[in-house]
Structures are given as structure tokens and as C-alpha cells.
């Protein structure tokens, strides 16, 4: 009972002294105290504990209740958030910055400032970092990404302008990642990007849900021997698009080129690897000059290409250039171009007349033949269809012809040859009644054609080895 009248007794002098003075010091050297502070703590030996509490939820005051001021500051212990000293700030929880809970490798950017210091008008941002952009960055000097990743939280709000009329904004050898921000340089002469990695295959470069708002120019990215991503992009009102020039493999994933851009949106030069473009619009409109898609400045694909549901819209010129066999396209308002497709027809357009060297043996037809409708299918010569494509393709051959034969009575069996071997599967039979009897037959199989194979149109003579005239041959495969 004295312990608490003691107690009581403390608490109302202390009450009475916080009244009276209105600074508190606990602790050692009670006499001296901060003339701006209201409560001081001091201790050589002693630390601040404030109230321990379990919080599971960043967006839940419990265990505290309704009503909480912002400012509360509590230690969470042996909740579902991690430990540690929280405050709240009226609609959350936010944890004290540490050295625990510090990011590694960061770096916050408000200004230009928290970049690197220019050196000749170059930022080089630190390998392997995280510049994260917070709000509006005016930049005067160019960005080397340098392997490291600039991205925001919001890409409206977080954007890097560049303002001079020189120079890029992205420059340098070497890739990074790019994410989450909005990029402009709006003066004329300046570029978003101009970026050549020298065909290193070891520096890719990644660029995803990025807004890139009107530019003069979005610039050139070349030279890169690994790889290229450009996912999710958004672009408006820029006045030249980006060129992407030699690199080993070229990913474009729902990139959308709203109608108020100008000139060429995307142009591939030189060599790749591979390219996928996939999904996403351009939107080509003639009164600004658009064109989509420019594939007229590549060398070569080694491994292969696709154009798969992009949309192609607008009055403007949607494709500038021929795909070539490496493509498969399908995308809307464009012609859809890959092997499944692949067909070719030709038919004799001067009649000679062709001889077998022994009865009972197969050679091919002779005449001179025409094409026509070839899609990844040749013919390199008369009576001949090759396929061209890239990958095997099953084909459904039909080919009608009539024929005469150099005397009376006369069996014949024609076929479909595949590089100069007869198919028995195809075989047709003929009989010539008399030198003036014109027989007609109609040949029919499925055969499975690799790249460069191809099909002819062979006859042997059963009764003898007398001459046939193919009078009409029309050959198709599809």
C-alpha cells in the first residue's frame, strides 16, 4: 500500500513540474536541457523503449484502435510484419529506414542531382544499381545506363525530360532496363535513345511499360549481339520513331503507336537472330506520313521471324518493305505470309513431245511450263515446283492432264515424282486407242515436302518405248 501512495504521489509532482516548466529531462544531467526540446532523454547507459505491439497488417491500426493520430510510433514485435519501429501515418504503417531494412545498391532520385555527377556532360549511372525516379527529373546531360535499371512507380508522374536540341537522352555501349517511367526529348535534334553496343553479346538491354511522349526523335538502338526488349511501350506525338539495327535477338511485345506519331515507327536494319513482334497496334495515318513497319533494310534472320497479332490501322502505309521466307506473319490489315501457306501452280504452255528410253521406265514429262500463284514455291525449271519455305509442309498435290500418244494402243502410268523419285501412291493409268486419242487423267496425292524439295509430273510407256505429246498439263500444290 505505500508502494502505491508513493507512486501516486511521484506522478502528481511529475505532473505538476511538466505544468509548471513545460520542458522535461529524464535521465542524466536533469538540470540541462535543450532550450528547443520538450521531453529529453539522456542516458550513457540506458535506451528509449517505446511500446511493443504486434502489427499483421500495414493497412490496420489493430491492436490499436480507431481515432489514432498520424505520427504513432510503435515497435512490432512477433506480428506478421517484419520487426521493427514503425509510425503511422493515417492510413498505414510505414517501417523506419535502417540499416536492416535499407535497400542495397539504390538510389532515390528526386532532382538531377541524385545521379551520378556528369563528367563531360555524362551521367554513368553504377552496375547492378536501382535509380528509382520520383516525380519530374530535367536532365542537361546524357544517361549512360551502364548495365544498371532505371524504373518509377507511377510513369505518369515519374518521367526523365531531356531538354537540350543535342545529343540523347539513353547513350553509351552498354544496355540496362528501363521501366515504369515516362522519357521525352522534345527539342528538334535530340533523341531518346542512341545506344550501340558494338555487337557485344553480352549487354542486352530491357525497356517495359515505358511512355515515350512526344519526342522528336525515339532514336537508335544497335549493335546488340544478345538480346532487345521493348514490352508494353506506349508511344505519342513523336515525330521520328527508332530504328534498331543488328542485334542478335529482337523482342516487341504490345508496343502501341498511337495515331498522332509521325513517320516511321519501327525499322529494323542489318542482321538479327531472331525477331517477335507480337500484339500491340500502329496506328499509320498518311496526312502525318506514317508508316508502321519497316523490314525493307534487313539483311538476314538466321533463325527466324514473327509478326503475330499486332493490329495494323489507319490510312497510312502499314509495311514498308517484303517479308522474307524467315517471316511467318499474321497480324490484322496485313497479308498473312508463312509456310502453312506456301503454294504454287504451273502449266504447259508449249507443247514437246517426250520419249522413253525402254518401256516399262519412268522419265519426266517434257514442255515448256508457266507459273503461276507462287507463294514460297519456285520452279527453277520446267515441270518442276519447289518448295521454299523454312519448315517441312505437308502438301496436297493434284495435277490434270491430256496426252496423245505416236501410235494405236499404247498403256501408259504417270505419277508424281518427288526429287526425281516416282510416288506409287500417285500412279494413274492411261490407254491411247489410236494416234488421235487424247486421254485425260487426273493425278492426286499428299506428300511431305522438306525446304528445296520438289515435284514433277513422270510417265512411262508399258506397251513400248514410242514418244507421248502432252497436249495440257496443270500442276498444283497447296
Known amino acids: 500500500m505505500k508502494t502505491i501512495k508513493t507512486s501516486l504521489i511521484s506522478l502528481c509532482f511529475f505532473a505538476l513540474s511538466t505544468g509548471v516548466y513545460s520542458q522535461v529531462k529524464i535521465g542524466d544531467n536533469p538540470n540541462t536541457i535543450n532550450a528547443n526540446s520538450l521531453l529529453e532523454l539522456e542516458s550513457s547507459n540506458k535506451g528509449f523503449l517505446p511500446p511493443r ?3 499483421n497488417y500495414a493497412d490496420s491500426i489493430v491492436p490499436l484502435t480507431a481515432g489514432t493520430p498520424s505520427g504513432m510510433t510503435v515497435y512490432s514485435s512477433g ?5 521493427g519501429h514503425y509510425t503511422w501515418n493515417g492510413s498505414k504503417w510505414l517501417l523506419f529506414n535502417t540499416t536492416n531494412t535499407a535497400k542495397n545498391n539504390y538510389v532515390l532520385v528526386k532532382s538531377a542531382s541524385d545521379f551520378p555527377q556528369p563528367v563531360s556532360g555524362v551521367i554513368t549511372l553504377s552496375t547492378n544499381t536501382l535509380y528509382e525516379v520520383n516525380g519530374t527529373i530535367i536532365l542537361t546531360s546524357k544517361i549512360k545506363l551502364n548495365g544498371a535499371t532505371i524504373s518509377g512507380q507511377n510513369r505518369s508522374n515519374d518521367i526523365l525530360l531531356y531538354t537540350p536540341s543535342t545529343g540523347e537522352l539513353f547513350t553509351g555501349i552498354l544496355g540496362g532496363h528501363i521501366s515504369n517511367i515516362t522519357a521525352i526529348a522534345s527539342n ?24 515515350i511522349f512526344n519526342s522528336d526523335n525515339v532514336g537508335l538502338v ?41 513517320n516511321i515507327f519501327t525499322k529494323l536494319v542489318g542482321t538479327f537472330s531472331t525477331i517477335l513482334i507480337e500484339g500491340g497496334k500502329k496506328h499509320a495515318l498518311s496526312f502525318f506520313s506514317a508508316k508502321g513497319l519497316d523490314v525493307s533494310g534487313i539483311t538476314s534472320v538466321t533463325t527466324g521471324a514473327e509478326l503475330k497479332n499486332t493490329l495494323f490501322v489507319g490510312d497510312g502505309i502499314k509495311v ?18 508463312k509456310d502453312a501457306i506456301a503454294t ?16 516399262n521406265t519412268s522419265t519426266k514429262i517434257l514442255g515448256t511450263t ?15 515446283l519447289t518448295y521454299n519455305g523454312t519448315k517441312a509442309k505437308r502438301f496436297q498435290v493434284i495435277c490434270s492432264l491430256s ?23 500417285s500412279k494413274q493409268l492411261m490407254k491411247c486407242s489410236s494416234s488421235v486419242d487424247r486421254g485425260s487423267i487426273t493425278l492426286s496425292c499428299t506428300v511431305l515436302l522438306s525446304p528445296n524439295d520438289y515435284i514433277e509430273v513422270w510417265a512411262e510407256n508399258n506397251s513400248d518405248a514410242t514418244s507421248l505429246t502432252i497436249e495440257s498439263l496443270n500442276l498444283a500444290i497447296k
Open 53 to 55: 505491439v504486434a502489427l
Open 79 to 83: 506480428g506478421t510484419l517484419p520487426n
Open 188 to 211: 528538334p535534334g535530340a533523341k531518346v535513345f542512341n545506344i550501340d553496343a558494338g555487337n557485344n553479346a553480352a549487354s542486352s538491354l530491357i525497356v517495359e511499360f515505358v511512355y
Open 222 to 262: 544497335k549493335g546488340f549481339a544478345g538480346f532487345v526488349v521493348f514490352s508494353n511501350v506506349a508511344y505519342s506525338n513523336n515525330t521520328n520513331g527508332i530504328t534498331f539495327e543488328n542485334v542478335g535477338d529482337y523482342v516487341e511485345l504490345n508496343n502501341f503507336w498511337i495515331a498522332d506519331n509521325k
Open 320 to 337: 514498308v518493305g517484303s517479308f522474307s521466307k524467315q517471316w511467318e506473319v499474321e497480324a490484322t490489315g496485313v497479308n498473312v505470309e
Open 344 to 359: 504454287g501452280n504451273l502449266y504447259v504452255s508449249s507443247v514437246i513431245v517426250t520419249t522413253f528410253p525402254a518401256i
Open 370 to 384: 508457266t507459273t503461276a500463284s507462287l507463294f514460297r514455291v519456285t520452279s527453277p525449271s520446267d515441270n518442276r
Open 403 to 425: 496426252a496423245i500418244a505416236s501410235g494405236n494402243n499404247k498403256n501408259f502410268s504417270f505419277y508424281i515424282a518427288k526429287n526425281g523419285v516416282v510416288l506409287p501412291e
